[in-house]
């Protein structure tokens, strides 16, 4: 199966055994019912063994697997009359990241997330999900819009990191990262952040900074991609798999640091499995969090997401 | 000059020594009293160096400076009163190696993190000024630096005093992960106040400076500067080079660079470093008093 990780291969193979024994009985006429059901109670078994103990190196597999679930999905899915804007008014159009103005239960909310491509072609459009400058400054440009006219906003994160490029750094990568932070604090309307695939790097706290910061059960959030590391530590990319167990990117790691405030579950074998449940699942989350933040004042929005991340650190004094 | 009476000799046929280069010791310049230019090459007294702000004479390459060298250059009289001097890292991930890497990079530099914070005054002007030092675990971020420099701005925003920062960074502190990371966020929303109370910050970048530092309170700043030939960007030049697969010409992401580019302000050569700085401040002020807007 082209789909399933490294991991799932067991599940795989057992699925393959029964479908034979099921084949090779028909066509001879011979009763295998009584072998098939105990297979088929092993494979259940396996399932819950394999996805209840999904490893940190296992879920960075999952949270970049290529039929995950894209915030373009999960607009369609959650949202309604969504209205995608375009451009930053400086420079261009960077489709690495999308948004516009929908509404969730009838609310109108401004939606922003990174968008990675479908296929080779639209990745390619997309820069795989890594955003330019201009990415950014669209992104900032909406949520500019969403505290001019009082709404909320959502925004999903899910990418590698800011695109490593000459043009980038030409036009202000850093810059265009560090006003995003800086700016996102001071904003008056509530603000909750999702991490549905992957967190990669100053990237993705381009849009990270809210009031809520949720992840679905299996993404990843880091300061640099579990690849990175391993080659800058080790001076070896392959260990990466050792890097994502040392550096601790699983939405309950990040829930134990209280960087994250809650993790969305999903389905058995993770988002691609069912897209439909797991955009249920969000949508809850969503409507509870944005109920809970629709009490406060603007200014009280303001300073509960100043708090959140001041008090984000460790150290002896 | 030397060099010039040596150059002759390369009319005559020469055969390599092996056995001489083997076992004499690579010239090593005596530690202390005489410096090399990592640039150039040119050697020079070190006495003469530090009198030179460690700007190499020849050409005129600025030397990476550790914290305090860099705070007794630019405060009056180098007199600075420090905060959070005694503040060192924890270890919250338990990650491998990290507590004793920490332990050697202390013995290393004699600092106990990779930023120093405190205030002093500037041309008689006070200052809260945070001062990174790259030997200090290439001056990364993490929970420390984070804190510490967010306290410096809180400060600054409290007793109304202009802030400096300057930065220089490798990036984030990989072995706090995500903590550091949220470290880009933390000092950024302290910087989104202190603009709001009017506070002046003036940004100075100092050789090299890349990652989450750039990506945060380095490029926030009213006013950017940059001494000469500092590298300042946010993806280093080796993972650029690697996705657009093509080399990058040598001045990419210097200081200069980044002028041409409408990314920073100024370069200003480290021998007018405390006099710009000063001016910049006093056309910051009314009536002696340095101005918060609003």
Same mark, same amino acid.
């Given at each position: 199966?082209?789909?399933?990780?490294?991991?799932?291969?067991?599940?795989?193979?057992?699925? &393959?055994?029964?479908?034979?024994?099921?084949?090779?009985?028909?066509?001879?006429?011979?009763?295998?019912?009584?072998?098939?059901?105990?297979?088929?109670?092993?494979?259940?078994?396996?399932?819950?063994?394999?996805?209840?103990?999904?490893?940190?190196?296992?879920?960075?597999?999952?949270?970049?697997?290529? &039929?995950?679930? *894209?915030?373009?999905?999960?607009?369609?899915?959650?949202?309604?009359?969504? =209205?995608?804007?375009? %451009?930053?008014?400086?420079?261009?159009?960077?489709?690495?990241?999308?948004?516009?103005?929908?509404?969730?239960?009838?609310?109108?909310?401004?939606?922003?997330?990174?968008?990675?491509?479908?296929?080779?072609?639209?990745?390619?459009?997309?820069?795989?999900?890594?955003?330019?400058?201009? %990415?950014?400054?669209?992104?900032?440009?909406?949520?500019? &819009?969403?505290? #001019?006219?009082?709404? $909320?906003?959502? *925004?999903?994160?899910?990418?590698?990191?800011?695109?490593?490029?000459?043009?980038? !750094?030409?036009?202000?990568?850093?810059?265009?990262?560090?006003?995003?932070?800086?700016?996102?604090?001071?904003?008056?309307? $509530?603000?909750?952040?999702?991490?549905?695939?992957?967190?990669?790097?100053?990237?993705?706290?381009?849009?990270?900074?809210?009031?809520?910061?949720?992840?679905?059960?299996?993404?990843?959030?880091?300061?640099?991609?579990?690849?990175?590391?391993?080659?800058?530590?080790?001076?070896?990319?392959?260990?990466?798999?050792?890097?994502?167990?040392?550096? #601790?990117?699983?939405?309950?790691?990040?829930? !134990?640091?209280? =960087?994250?405030? @809650?993790?969305?579950? !999903?389905?058995?074998?993770?988002?691609? #499995?069912?897209?439909?449940? *797991?955009?249920?699942?969000? #949508?809850?989350?969503?409507?509870?969090?944005?109920?809970?933040?629709?009490?406060?004042?603007? @200014?009280?929005?303001?300073?509960?997401?100043?708090?959140?991340?001041?008090?984000?650190?460790?150290?002896?004094? | 000059?030397?060099?010039?009476?040596?150059?002759?000799?390369?009319?005559?046929?020469?055969?390599?020594?092996?056995?001489?280069?083997?076992?004499?010791?690579? /010239?090593?310049?005596?530690?202390?009293?005489?410096?090399?230019?990592?640039?150039?090459?040119?050697?020079?007294?070190?006495?003469?160096?530090?009198?030179?702000?460690?700007?190499?004479?020849?050409?005129?390459?600025?030397?990476?400076?550790?914290?305090?060298? /860099?705070?007794?250059?630019?405060?009056?009289?180098?007199?600075?009163?420090?905060?959070?001097?005694?503040?060192?890292?924890?270890?919250?991930?338990?990650?491998?190696?990290?507590?004793?890497?920490?332990?050697?990079?202390?013995?290393?530099?004699?600092?106990?993190?990779?930023?120093?914070?405190?205030?002093?005054?500037?041309?008689?002007?006070?200052?809260?000024?945070?001062?990174?030092?790259?030997?200090?675990?290439?001056?990364?971020?993490?929970?420390?630096?984070?804190?510490?420099?967010?306290?410096?701005?809180? +400060?600054?925003?409290?007793?109304?005093?202009?802030?400096?920062?300057?930065?220089?960074?490798?990036?984030?502190?990989?072995?706090?992960?995500?903590?550091?990371?949220?470290?880009?966020?933390?000092?950024?929303?302290?910087?989104?106040?202190?603009?709001?109370?009017?506070?002046?910050?003036?940004?100075?970048?100092?050789?090299?400076?890349?990652?989450?530092?750039?990506?945060?309170?380095?490029?926030?700043?009213?006013?950017?500067?940059?001494?000469?030939?500092?590298?300042?960007?946010?993806?280093? /030049?080796?993972?650029?080079?690697?996705?657009? /697969?093509?080399?990058?010409?040598?001045?990419?992401?210097?200081?200069?660079?980044?002028?041409?580019?409408?990314?920073?302000? +100024?370069?200003?050569?480290?021998?007018? +470093?405390?006099?710009?700085?000063?001016?910049?401040?006093?056309?910051?002020?009314?009536?002696?008093?340095?101005?918060?807007?609003?």
């Amino acid at each position: 199966m082209q789909n399933e990780l490294p991991y799932e291969q067991p599940l795989s193979e057992l699925r &393959q055994k029964i479908d034979e024994l099921k084949r090779f009985g028909s066509e001879k006429g011979i009763d295998f019912s009584e072998e098939i059901a105990r297979l088929e109670e092993r494979y259940k078994k396996l399932e819950q063994e394999i996805y209840t103990n999904i490893s940190p190196s296992q879920k960075m597999h999952l949270a970049r697997h290529h &039929q995950r679930p *894209t915030t373009l999905d999960f607009i369609s899915h959650i949202f309604t009359d969504f =209205v995608e804007l375009h %451009g930053d008014r400086l420079f261009g159009d960077d489709l690495a990241i999308v948004g516009g103005i929908a509404r969730l239960n009838g609310v109108p909310v401004t939606v922003i997330g990174h968008q990675r491509g479908k296929d080779t072609k639209d990745n390619i459009a997309r820069f795989f999900g890594s955003p330019h400058p201009e %990415g950014f400054r669209k992104a900032l440009r909406l949520m500019y &819009q969403a505290d #001019k006219f009082n709404r $909320p906003i959502i *925004t999903l994160i899910d990418t590698k990191g800011a695109y490593p490029g000459n043009t980038a !750094e030409q036009r202000g990568q850093a810059e265009a990262i560090a006003r995003n932070l800086r700016d996102m604090a001071m904003l008056k309307v $509530p603000i909750i952040c999702v991490v549905i695939g992957e967190g990669g790097s100053g990237g993705a706290l381009a849009l990270g900074v809210g009031n809520r910061v949720l992840m679905l059960e299996n993404a990843i959030y880091s300061v640099i991609s579990p690849n990175g590391a391993a080659s800058i530590l080790w001076k070896d990319a392959s260990k990466a798999d050792q890097a994502a167990e040392a550096m #601790k990117i699983t939405a309950k790691d990040l829930l !134990e640091m209280s =960087v994250i405030e @809650d993790i969305i579950p !999903e389905p058995q074998g993770g988002a691609h #499995k069912d897209v439909e449940a *797991t955009s249920l699942l969000l #949508k809850e989350a969503l409507t509870k969090h944005l109920n809970e933040l629709l009490k406060m004042t603007p @200014d009280e929005l303001r300073e509960d997401r100043y708090n959140k991340f001041r008090q984000i650190g460790q150290f002896q004094e | 000059m030397f060099k010039d009476l040596f150059q002759k000799k390369k009319k005559y046929a020469t055969v390599p020594s092996v056995r001489d280069n083997h076992n004499r010791p690579k /010239r090593e310049i005596p530690e202390g009293i005489m410096n090399k230019c990592p640039k150039c090459g040119n050697i020079q007294y070190f006495k003469e160096l530090e009198k030179n702000l460690k700007v190499c004479s020849e050409c005129d390459h600025h030397m990476r400076l550790n914290a305090f060298e /860099r705070i007794s250059m630019t405060l009056d009289d180098g007199r600075f009163f420090e905060y959070d001097s005694e503040m060192t890292s924890a270890d919250p991930l338990n990650f491998p190696g990290y507590v004793e890497k920490l332990k050697q990079q202390h013995e290393k530099s004699g600092l106990h993190e990779a930023v120093i914070t405190g205030e002093g005054t500037i041309g008689g002007f006070p200052v809260v000024m945070a001062v990174m030092s790259a030997d200090f675990f290439t001056g990364s971020m993490g929970s420390v630096v984070g804190e510490k420099v967010t306290r410096a701005i809180e +400060m600054a925003i409290q007793k109304q005093y202009p802030l400096i920062i300057f930065s220089t960074s490798g990036g984030a502190r990989m072995q706090e992960s995500i903590l550091s990371l949220m470290q880009m966020a933390k000092t950024s929303a302290a910087l989104g106040k202190l603009h709001e109370s009017g506070g002046l910050y003036i940004s100075v970048i100092t050789d090299p400076t890349f990652g989450g530092i750039t990506a945060s309170f380095t490029m926030l700043g009213d006013i950017i500067l940059a001494e000469p030939g500092a590298v300042v960007g946010f993806a280093g /030049r080796r993972v650029i080079e690697q996705t657009i /697969r093509q080399k990058l010409p040598d001045e990419f992401q210097t200081a200069e660079f980044n002028l041409k580019h409408g990314q920073i302000d +100024m370069v200003v050569h480290r021998k007018d +470093m405390k006099q710009t700085l000063a001016k910049l401040i006093d056309l910051h002020t009314v009536k002696g008093e340095v101005t918060h807007a609003e």
